[in-house]
């Protein structure tokens, strides 16, 4: 299975990291077939579980250890670093 988490920035006074849900949450979710990218999934999830586009995306890091997650299927993540404005919008 694959999965993109998305970290999400945004600069007010300070360094924001947002998340979504309670408790907080980075959002993430499965890659789809409906997804062109890996790119636009995780700036899908961002939009859908949070409210922000994102603009600037970058991908951070791939996680894929042998154990990581309740299934006995390998589970593999790839992290992006997302920026988005102090109202949400992306660009």
């Known amino acids: 299975m694959i999965e993109l988490v998305a ?47 994102l603009g600037f995306v970058e991908q951070l890091y791939t996680f894929a250890d ?5 299934s006995t299927q390998r589970l593999i993540s790839i992290s992006y670093l997302g920026l988005t404005r102090p109202g949400g919008g992306g660009t």
């Open 66 to 70: 042998l154990g990581r997650g309740s």
């Open 7 to 53: 970290v999400v920035l945004r600069v007010r006074d300070t360094l924001e990291v947002l998340s979504s849900q309670t408790p907080p949450q980075l959002p993430s979710g499965p890659l789809r077939d409906d997804h062109d990218s890996l790119q636009k999934a995780a700036r899908a999830f961002a939009t859908e579980q949070m409210g922000h586009e």
